[in-house]
């Protein structure tokens, strides 16, 4: 099970520590003061995790266990690598039978069992590329990606639902039957259309703020669960067009 950080926390350090004022911006200690006082922090610290978010997935995985039985899995964003870290774990990946192949943009440090591309998910070569680097269908497409953010807040959704609408569709496009799909968004609503897409293609379709994702962040996360298969949609799709005919 995994616990919410309480208290004071398990690593010993003291919480409510303060930033000396020095050169630093105001905001800059702030954000600081706040990252090192940080529970969840301490915590991935502790446990070699080498972000916070590996508890947003942990913590999803609690209560929709998108996590057990998944024998390859793709991450979309993954630098620094607190996700591709859990999914080695769980489907025993290693480097002579990887079963994990991980993307970003950004430079991550090596993975044992982890296949990783430092390419823009966006590139065209990106989706073929991470098919090719687990060997099979994936049973959980995870997707941590956000657009750069510019301090508009409905620019900065509108870009980030754009990587969202472009994981999904790669999910649908590559994922086993029965797999699930995860990523970020953030509040302002999902669109529409992609909402449908969803919900035509999987059984289940949520909308979830783990406990530690920050109260005061816009983040949210959009879980499908449970592929239907893609001969199973094209299958309803024949029978509703014979339907309206």
Known sequence: ???SPIGGNRTGRKLGQKVKKGKLKASSRRWLERHINDPYVQRAQLEGYRARAAFKLLEIDEKHKILSGARRIIDLGAAPGSWS???AKVTKSTDADPRVAAIDFLEMDPIP???FL???????EAPERLKEGIGGEPDLVLSDM???????RQTDHLRTMHLCEVA???AVDVLAEGGHFLAKTFQGGTERDLLNMLKQNFRQVVHVKPASSRAESVEMFLLAKGFKGRRAVEGEEAAEDAATE
């Not at 430092?118 to 065209?124: A, K, T």
């Not at 657009?147 to 508009?152: K, L, V």
């Open 1 to 3: 099970m995994t616990k």
């Open 85 to 87: 870290q859990i999914a």
């Open 118 to 124: 430092q390419l823009d998910f966006l590139d065209p």
């Open 168 to 170: 999904a569709y790669f």
């Open 113 to 115: 069992g982890v296949n």
């Open 146 to 152: 956000a657009a750069p953010t510019t301090g508009h």
